[in-house]
């Protein structure tokens, strides 16, 4: 992975005996070194694969951004900064019922020629190693794949277009935790592109086009299919849906039309680019369900041809089932 690192440094969080979330500054930066390389490119290819990132961006009154500004504008140091943003974050994590220990991580760096300002909370957890003397003894690791509180700004974008909504995204973390709320409450920033609303968009522009061109059911599964084979390579190439991209991958309608420009002129809203979300993706081919003991996932061409559905009675019929299955129940008769 290509990756330039100008600066990271990081603080410890922890608490004192009476409960109370403090902050454990280290003296200044780390070096940039093959370490500090391998932690941040860690740091960046465990964010970028998290799935059901927010997007937001600043508010006008934002303290982190103007502290932000000051750094690019050479008027903060780094270290200054991180020292700012920590007791801030501090104060707001200590709000919230999950106000975790862990250690506080600030990088800038670049990445395929953008550039980046990372913010997380790494867990620290504990293990076992094996010393020289073949001892065992007890060590912490930093558990990156478990952070759930992180947020990325895309520098690039930011000083591009100030008013994108998009060029902090962060991690929505696990139902209940509020860890959303949290990062925005820190960053003094807002709700911007709702990527899942997009796609639920995408597919719904999809599903109108079919039955505006009056496709027939082979044709629109064909359609589909293209549509899924084009975002479930963006998700794996780490590239965005691109409307204009994927109108260019599929075929008009009878009338002419391509697909970007029903989406322009029905007013569907679609921005020109988003993040595709795997979940969404998937039911593009496929019929998926679960609850009450029972999950449910097959192929969309099935349905009418193997397996049918009847509303009233809200009843599933399957014509043929799995050998593996069949062998289940046959036994257990």
């Known amino acids: 992975m290509s990756l330039h690192l100008s600066n990271v ?25 093959s370490s500090t390389e391998n932690l941040v490119a860690e740091l960046h290819r465990v964010f970028h694969s998290k799935a059901g990132k927010g997007f937001g961006c600043f508010q006008s009154d934002s303290e982190f951004q103007i502290w932000l500004n000051e750094l690019q504008r050479g008027e903060l140091n780094f270290y200054d900064f991180s020292q700012k943003c920590a007791v801030r974050l501090k104060e707001e994590l200590a709000k919230y019922p999950f106000a975790d220990e862990g250690i ?18 790494l867990p ?7 010393t020289e003397g073949l001892d065992i003894s007890a060590t912490d690791y930093l558990d990156i794949n478990k952070m759930d509180i992180a947020a990325r700004i895309d ?55 079919c039955t505006d061109a009056k496709l027939e059911k082979q044709e629109v599964n064909e359609y589909k299919k293209q549509v899924y084979e084009y975002c ?19 075929p008009p309608s009878p009338s002419g039309a391509s697909f970007l420009e029903f989406t322009q002129e029905q007013g569907y809203g679609l921005e020109e680019s988003f993040p595709a979300d795997r979940g969404l993706v998937r039911k593009l081919t496929k019929y998926v369900g679960a609850g009450g003991g029972l999950n449910v996932s097959f192929d969309s061409l099935l349905l009418g041809e193997r397996i049918f559905y009847d509303p009233e009675t809200d009843t599933l019929t399957i014509k043929g089932t799995p050998p593996n299955l069949r062998d289940q129940l046959t036994r257990n008769r």
């Not at 506080?104 to 395929?112: D, I, K, P, T």
């Not at 620290?124 to 094996?130: C, P, R």
């Not at 963006?234 to 849906?241: D, H, L, N, S, Y």
């Open 9 to 33: 440094i990081l603080h410890q969080l922890s608490k004192n005996d009476q409960d109370e979330l403090m902050v454990n500054y280290r003296s200044e930066s780390l070096v940039n070194d």
């Open 104 to 121: 506080l991580v600030f990088a800038e760096y670049q990445s395929l020629a953008t550039d980046y300002l990372f913010v997380g909370i």
């Open 124 to 130: 620290l957890n504990q293990s076992l190693k094996v």
């Open 155 to 209: 520098l690039s974008v930011y000083e591009a277009d100030k008013e994108s909504n998009r060029y902090l995204s962060y991690i929505k973390g696990r139902v209940g935790r509020k860890v959303a709320d949290f990062f925005l409450d820190f960053l003094q920033a807002e709700v911007g592109l709702d990527s899942k609303q997009q796609n639920q968009v995408l597919m719904q522009a999809l599903d109108d086009f």
């Open 232 to 250: 479930n390579g963006q998700i794996k190439a780490g590239e965005e849906v691109e409307i204009r991209e994927l109108s260019g991958e599929l």
